[in-house]
């Protein structure tokens, strides 16, 4: 038939086969990444701007790969997900995230609330929230010092469950937020369903806010929204000061951004919150 022999042409296609092959070379670096722990966490601040304070970090995950360098998520998470690889992936950034929590508590600095990205798959997993509880217990970290992001697409595949297992997390103590917020195509319906404390403003909605009387309308509709259901909004992607001023102006208040930091090394970090939170 015309399909089989689309596949056979296809087959045969030497990108494809290229693109097939470097996919599976990467699927087993990767594989090899989490056993020889070449996995590693950034931390980028998460600033209110009235207070001056960093209140919190978000997790991102970088790997650390001897012939590719420093890998950006965009590249091996996609691939971490189709392989079921970011299932223990995803458990090693939460344990990785809570245990330096709590070594920068017991180091004394000012207390910060860790964000962790989960991914479709582990909230799908019937036992995240004992994962979550589990390794709470064992690092010794109180739960509202911890905060999962999921983002509206990963909430669209099992809507019911997803709400669920939200919940219990949420009273847990555990904090939850919306990433990407206003990007996906059920955000209104989603605020009534799943307990977030934290919307996090999409990166696009900031990016031309100087020049973008759209985007203010958007973020300032946003703001409103965020009052009536009680949820703390964050923008993320603040670059510069004129988008600082503007969020300011939108009563905007918490931020996070390449204007205050990119994402750091555990080390970068450590000076860095060791310099913000004391001055
Ligand atoms: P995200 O959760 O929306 O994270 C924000 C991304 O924006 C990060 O990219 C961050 O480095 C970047 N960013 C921060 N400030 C600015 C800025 O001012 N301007 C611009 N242009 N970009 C900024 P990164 O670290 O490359 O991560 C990309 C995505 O990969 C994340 O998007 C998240 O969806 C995913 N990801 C990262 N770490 C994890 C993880 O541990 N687990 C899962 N499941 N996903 C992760
Ligand atoms: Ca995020
Ligand atoms: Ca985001
Ligand atoms: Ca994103």
Redesign the pocket.
Known sequence: TKESGRNHYQFYDPEMSLEIAENFALETQLHEAIKNEELI??Y?PQINIRTGQVYGV?????WNNSKLGLV???KF?PLAEKTGL?LP??EW?LKTACQQNKKWQKMGLPPVRVA????AQ?LQQPNLIETVENTLESVGLDPRWLEL?V?ESILMKNTTLASKTLHKLRDMGVYISM??FGTGYSSLGYLKKFPFDTL?I??SFV?ELNQSPEDISIISAIMTLSRGFNMRVIA????NQNQLNLLQQLDCEEM????FS??LSPEEILKYLLSFNHK
């Open positions: 966490l950034h980028q978000e997790a991102l995950v970088r950006k998520p965009n998470i970011i992936m995803g950034v962790v990205n989960l991914s582990q992001e983002t990433d990407d996090k999409d990166q990016k993320e992607g603040v670059e996070q951004g390449y204007f990119h994402p």
